[in-house]
């Protein structure tokens, strides 16, 4: 496994409208791309039977979150998904989850054997002028070789259908989340719109410091605007909205890491580098544990169903999320494939506390 340099883990410390991708010049509409937290769903005055699928942040630690969507599907149970909202690692699954089972083999294949020089390439010297210590192009072409033409025809169609595909990303500029509208960004008929659908997955997958963010140019206002990782500040994006319905509304919750309020493991040396990991490691999981208490709560509130799936905290999760190893993501694929094929697997509530 590799460990992080001690450059890579001050950046993990710091981590913790039109508009449009500054260097390419793409232009996006925030007034009709960005989804606002009370905005109605399409199929809200609908009845029972619809699922909604969070799929949490977590880093390489999401290959657990790609095992329990293929082995869910092999169990028979997966249902179609009405909305799918993804953050981060959750962003980059989202619109395999979305699309259905036939695209399993293609999140499996992403989630077992990449690497990471397939998603990060490191700024060298560079790094003392860039806004990051990675450069995030070697996951773009990553994800120019998942996302195709075909595949955003398909989810401009659902979208067409009233099904929703929203990812979350961080404005690290105004310090707030921001969530997309992916599949109106399909549909839009834009020439470059698949440029733009890769950014915003790109985006949402950036943590600040460790990655560099995506400039987007507010056409509104002229200022450009920082975009990152959406698990800073919304590890799960779940909006009252989105579980409210006239009938049932089932919320589905993946979290890709351990949900409990206790490491599942003991840290091990005494040196600086080894601890600054270590309180980094614990304040993602705290907010992991937090979002997970806020989904569950707004399903409570709005009379949804709340089910969740979590890394069991008898699985140590990978030592750093950001190091893309095919070996341990894996391991952790197939304990989430386990998982998946259980329907006994599937919590009701989130953890207690210690849980």
């Known amino acids: 496994m590799m460990r992080w340099s001690r450059l890579a883990l001050l950046a993990g410390v710091l981590a913790l409208g039109g508009c449009s991708i500054a260097p390419t010049g793409q232009a996006l509409d925030p007034q009709t791309l960005r989804v606002a937290a009370q905005q109605p769903e399409p199929w809200s005055a609908q009845g029972n039977g619809r699922h909604v699928l969070a799929l949490s942040s977590g880093g390489a630690d999401g290959a657990f979150g790609a095992g329990v969507l293929v082995g869910w599907t092999q169990s028979g149970k997966r249902?179609?998904?009405?909305?799918?909202?993804?953050?981060?690692?959750?962003?980059?699954?989202?619109?395999?989850?979305?699309?259905?089972?036939?695209?399993?083999?293609?999140?499996?294949?992403?989630?077992?054997?990449?690497?990471?020089?397939?998603?990060?390439?490191?700024?060298g010297i560079g790094v003392l002028i860039k806004a990051g210590l990675n450069k995030a192009d070697p996951l773009r072409r990553t994800l120019e070789g998942v996302i195709t033409e075909p595949m955003l025809a398909e989810i401009a169609e659902a979208h067409l259908q009233g099904r929703r595909l929203y990812v979350t990303t961080t404005d690290l500029t105004n310090g707030r989340p921001v969530t997309w509208d992916m599949g109106r960004l399909a549909a839009s008929g834009r020439p470059d719109a698949r440029r733009a659908f890769i950014e915003m997955l790109v985006a949402s997958a950036a943590p600040p410091g460790f990655v560099e963010p995506v400039p987007l140019l507010d056409t509104a206002s002229g200022v450009v605007v920082l975009h990152g990782d959406g698990g800073v500040m919304r590890p799960i994006a779940v909006e009252p909205a989105m579980v409210r319905g006239a009938g049932r509304v089932n919320l589905w919750v993946i979290a890709n890491g351990h949900v409990s309020s206790v490491a599942a493991t003991q840290a091990t040396g005494h040196g600086a580098v080894t601890l600054a990991r270590r309180g980094v490691s614990e304040l993602l999981r705290s907010l992991l544990v937090i979002a997970v208490e806020r989904a569950a709560?707004?399903?409570?509130?709005?009379?949804?169903?709340?089910?969740?799936?979590?890394?069991?905290?008898?699985?140590?999760?990978?030592?750093?999320?950001?190091?893309?190893?095919?070996?341990?993501?894996?391991?952790?694929?197939?304990?989430?494939?386990?998982?998946?094929?259980?329907?006994?697997?599937?919590?009701?509530?989130?953890?207690?506390?210690g849980a």
């Open 297 to 353: 709560m707004l399903a409570k509130d709005e009379g949804a169903a709340f089910r969740l799936q979590r890394l069991p905290n008898a699985i140590p999760e990978t030592e750093n999320p950001f190091v893309f190893e095919p070996a341990e993501m894996r391991r952790l694929f197939e304990v989430g494939r386990r998982h998946g094929k259980d329907p006994a697997s599937w919590l009701r509530a989130a953890p207690e506390a």
């Open 79 to 123: 249902p179609r998904f009405d909305l799918v909202s993804g953050v981060s690692t959750g962003a980059l699954q989202a619109p395999l989850a979305f699309l259905g089972p036939r695209y399993d083999r293609i999140l499996e294949a992403v989630y077992t054997t990449t690497r990471t020089a397939d998603v990060l390439k490191g700024n």
